[in-house]
């Protein structure tokens, strides 16, 4: 009698219109009734919306309605997650290319300058396609290894896409041609800010760990004090940290010389760093905590030292929790490394910011989409190997 | 002994928030032990409004958010747990699960072609970003209470109503309470970066130092939104824990529960 329970039936017990399909029409359907492409006579000149029809040519109009209208039948009425994966998957693919085919479309021959950019018809619609793939994907019940195959094969069309030139007339492709070099070197920045952090983390916080669950009087008092750091905001602590980097570059004999400064990476560096060192720390306590007593006195009846016992059953049988400790940090450092251009740290914040001075929304949009899949690829990797390395373990 | 620690805990909470107070109130006080910061005679204490008010405005802004968040987030996670919206269930999880893969910023960001500059974009960026904590913490409480006590209350002859008011919402509580704070201390860090979206707040004392290189201005703008942030999360926690203690259920919180600022 639980609500769980219930849950089951509940859903074969509905009428054969799926409720959940009710949902993507909607949004199918409404994205129509907004603009799907904008046109600009300059980068930062407002725009004028252009609906479905007034931004394609004739076929492609018709195209897209098709592959929608497909879409939403069989969201409404199959119930076989692999053909409503297919057809999400199409409307995702008809959705992407004909933004591109908008671009080209509305490209003004007398103004170099015009930017087209898909405007909120395009995002409604690609919102709804996406809960389809998603709402598909997770009724698949993909295993880890389809999962990353998945996320390289998608990698593998969006870079299909820029490479061919499908999409060159859209306004954020010709922000990244504006400034490609500058685009990969933040790119390099925004990748050593989060990984290289975390590497750092992983180094320092894993015998933290191991230390706070051997000694119990250590364990609360760290973990209490990197509670208190993960919860300073990190515009905050980035501030706070420039003082004592900038009293050492100035006043430590060659700690200039090393790269450490006041502000830039140095601050950026070592917020994430410590930002990194909870969920590490704590899940290397958690993970430890959690073998099972029975193993580790095996082992101990077998005769391991206290050393081999840690390396050879427990941190093992600990792994599982412990790249969930990594991920969580990979994750969210991918995040706050946006936030290190403020103070000069680099990443790919700088466009993001640059953006928002300029009121440039393709340049905002250029610095925020690469952190988002960043940290999206990251989390269905990571998950993955955190599912793989779990097999077979209490 | 514990309970001595608490203590501490909490005078030192109680100096720090007086420490805080008076910071906020009479700033100009302080501007002795900021000066050695600055330099050319530059301003000491942040001048382009006080202190006090950019910090109610702050706080406000994350309050309105926060509760609008709490308002929603509870309500989709009561509606996907009960039979009418259990279709919802494994889509509402995924969606969540990816949507937290989404850094803040990029939230904040992606809102202000949609919302303009101001409030507007920190609000929505808050709501939203706000939502998913609650959401998954209160899906969490809801469907993993311990089923002889939902049995016993339908045994009882309570209805779905009765239940989920009388037994399963307050047996959450502490889980819900803990997903607000997460939610909340997000929040003031996003807030922070609202300043760039010229949102009225406390990041503006962070970004007036970085852009006038003034290292006083730095410092007490990210030392007041620091303090800020550990004291209402630890207010939250203080709350969490009484009402987990006086229920008697204790629930451990789940290793990949942690999550952090913006």
Known sequence: MTTLADAGTGRAATSRIDRFGVVIAIFLIGALALPFATLRATRIASGTGLRLFEALPVTVTATVLVVLAAAIGVALSSRRPAVRLALGALALAALALAAGAAGAHLMPDDNPYARIAPASGFWVALFGASMLVTDASVRLKLGPAGRIVALAVTAALIAGLFASGAWSHLSIVAEYRNRADVFWREAINHVILAAGSLAAAIAIGLPLGILAYEVRAVRDPLINVLNIVQTIPSMALFGILIAPLGWIAMNVPGAHAIGIRGIGMAPAFLALFLYSLLPMVANTVVGLNGVSRAVVDAARGMGLTGRQRLFQVEMPLALPVLLTGIRIALVQNIGLATVAALIGGGGFGVFLFQGLGQTATDLILLGALPPVALAFAAAVVLDAVIEISGRGKA | ?262
């Open chain 2, 1 to 262: 002994m514990k309970r001595d620690m608490i203590r501490t805990g909490t005078i030192l909470r109680l100096l720090v928030f007086a420490a805080l107070l008076a910071f906020l109130l009479a700033p100009d006080r302080f501007a002795g032990l900021l000066a050695p910061l600055t330099n050319n005679g530059a301003p000491a204490i942040y001048n382009q409004g006080t202190l006090l008010d950019l910090t109610l405005s702050h706080l406000v802004t994350v309050g309105l958010s926060t509760v609008a968040a709490a308002i929603v987030a509870i309500g989709l996670a009561i509606f996907v747990t009960r039979p009418a919206g259990a279709e919802f269930l494994a889509l509402s999880r995924a969606i969540v699960n990816i949507g937290q893969t989404f850094p803040p910023v990029a939230v904040l960001a992606l809102s202000v072609p949609i919302m303009g500059f101001g409030e507007g974009p920190t609000r929505m960026a808050l709501f939203l970003y706000g939502l998913l904590p609650i959401f998954e913490n209160t899906l969490v409480g809801l469907s993993t209470l311990p089923p002889a006590v939902v049995e016993t209350a339908s045994a009882m002859g309570m209805t779905g109503r009765q239940r989920l008011l009388k037994v399963e919402l307050p047996l959450a509580m502490p889980l819900i309470i803990e997903g607000i704070r997460l939610s909340a201390v997000i929040g003031l860090a996003t807030a922070t970066i609202g300043s760039t979206v010229a949102a009225k707040g406390l990041g503006e004392v962070i970004v007036a130092g970085l852009l006038s290189n003034n290292l006083a201005f730095i410092v007490q703008g990210g030392v007041i939104t620091g303090v800020l942030a550990v004291l209402i999360s630890d207010g939250f926690e203080a709350v969490a824990h009484r009402m987990a203690k006086r229920r008697g259920a204790t629930r451990q919180a789940d290793p990949d529960g942690q999550q952090s600022g913006a």
